[in-house]
């Protein structure tokens, strides 16, 4: 009850200090994108505090020694909201590839547009999507920003994945720029749709580049994927947890009730 109570603090806090954070932002439209940035990061790190002091969620960064000296796709593990926020002061400047409601939350939505300058897709568009981020990523890599992209598209339950989506990989192609992996292990404190977060040390690890060059799309995202997911049986109890599970005989009322890996699809 007690954990319960403090993971709802915790949530209260990201969620107002993020309302407060976009109002301030909103007057200052005409600073400089580096000090508007700087507030972006000072909010996430805001957040990670907050994760700590509320919950005991340390965070820590391992392979940071892998990031190229110049801009690139950050292609990340989506497995809760911790993620979304807790990468970003440990990164250059990025923008992400998101879906437009988000856009349309009072405040938090409008700064995000403002200061992130997001590349907003409606993930029902298909091709049209892919093509939108290819054209809008190129020139944000052009200006020296990153881009990031969470392949699966939505946040997966532990021990999962789907298909990824095509446009991190095409982006990477087109723009002629290498592809970082990360993955990390938040989803052994904090699952979707579960308020309740757990104590412990959530592990971001960024992968050696990959290259998009000379083969398809689908062929780089087959390389970065199985990069990813051998890292989070590496470092996610919980994946391993629903590995033993998935290993069980098939007759087990327990292994019956799984979902299968790779049953989903993303098709951006």
């Known amino acids: 009850m007690f954990r319960a109570l403090r993971s709802l603090l915790l949530v209260v806090f990201v969620f107002l200090t993020g309302v407060l954070y976009g109002a301030l ?3 200052l439209f005409w600073a400089p994108q580096g000090f508007l940035w ?3 990061t000072n909010y996430c790190r805001l957040s990670l505090w907050a994760g700590e002091f509320f919950c005991g969620l340390k965070v820590v960064v391992e392979g940071q020694e892998n990031l190229p000296t110049t801009a690139s796709v950050i292609m990340i593990k989506h ?4 993620e979304t926020y807790g990468h970003v002061p440990f990164f250059p400047r990025t923008s992400w590839v998101i879906k437009r409601e988000i856009l349309w939350i009072p405040f938090f939505g409008w700064a995000l547009k403002l200061i992130f300058r997001p590349i907003s897709i409606d993930r ?7 093509k939108q981020v290819i054209q809008q990523g190129r020139k ?7 881009v990031t992209v969470f392949p699966e598209g939505t946040r997966m339950p532990p021990g999962e994945t789907r298909k990824y989506g095509v446009s991190g990989a095409a982006l990477a192609k087109e723009a002629g720029v290498m592809i970082v992996p990360v993955a990390h292990n938040a989803v052994d404190f904090w ?5 309740t977060k757990r104590p412990g040390t959530v592990r971001f690890c960024i992968g050696p580049p990959i ?8 062929e780089t995202n087959l390389v970065v994927q199985t990069w990813i997911e051998n890292k989070m049986q590496e470092i996610s109890s919980a994946y391993q947890q629903a590995e033993r599970r998935d290993n069980q005989p098939h007759d087990s009322p327990i292994a019956a009730t799984n979902t299968k890996r790779g049953q989903s699809r993303s098709q951006l």
């Open 25 to 27: 932002a909103l007057p």
């Open 124 to 130: 029902r568009s298909g091709r049209r999507a892919v």
């Open 140 to 146: 944000k890599l052009a200006e020296g920003l990153w």
């Open 38 to 40: 700087g507030l972006v």
């Open 191 to 195: 699952q979707r749709r579960e308020l």
């Open 79 to 82: 497995s809760s909201a911790l």
């Open 211 to 218: 290259t998009a060059a000379g083969r398809p799309p689908k």
